[in-house]
């Protein structure tokens, strides 16, 4: 079937033999998407996930392929670029095709292209930890999530317990990365 939405895009939904089980993230079509369930799943349990390990107040910003913000929330008490840092971290994984933790590593071996980056971009590339790619379990990317508020490998690692609550993958959770906090379960 083919529908249209409020913003006027079409999309046609394929239909599928098999029944989509309660379980998966991804819409009751078979579409692999980041949906509003499975982007407030991932910021709540970041959140908790700050709490239990006493950070600092977080900001978090699920985004989805397209770049589209899905679901934010900034804790009491964030600072005032907490969002733009959040999204930017997000959004530098979204265009490059990895995590923001990987960006910073490109940054050190290469400065003059990531300030290019950054001024092509408008200043939307924040290549420090705490963006990360989501995928769904097949490997395809459906968004990104990005978190700034603490360290930054504090914020990567409240993504990612985000993230596996949601039922959802990146590639620290393919590679059984260990988690940068203690009480990160």
């Not at 579409?31 to 390990?53: C, F, P, Q, W, Y």
């Amino acid at each position: 079937t083919t529908a249209t939405d409020a913003a006027g895009r079409t999309r046609t939904n394929e239909s599928s033999s098999s029944s989509s089980s309660s379980s998966q993230p991804a819409s009751s079509a078979g579409e692999s998407k980041m949906d509003l369930r499975a982007a407030n799943a991932i910021v709540a349990r970041a959140l908790e996930v700050g709490h239990t390990n006493k950070l600092q107040p977080l900001t978090v910003a699920v985004l989805d392929a397209g770049g589209a913000l899905v679901a934010f929330q900034k804790e009491d008490g964030a600072s005032l670029f907490r969002e733009a840092i959040a999204r930017g971290k997000a959004m530098g994984a979204l265009g490059f095709g990895m995590d923001s933790a990987g960006l910073a590593k490109v940054a050190a071996a290469r400065p003059a292209f990531i300030n290019s980056a950054f001024a092509a971009t408008a200043g939307n590339v924040v290549p420090v930890p705490g963006g990360v790619l989501v995928r769904d379990h097949a490997g395809k990317l459906i968004g990104a999530v990005g978190i700034s508020g603490d360290l930054s490998e504090a914020d990567e690692a409240c993504a990612i317990a985000g993230i596996r609550a949601a039922g959802l993958s990146c590639e620290a959770i393919k590679d059984s990365r260990e988690c940068y906090l203690k009480a990160h379960l």
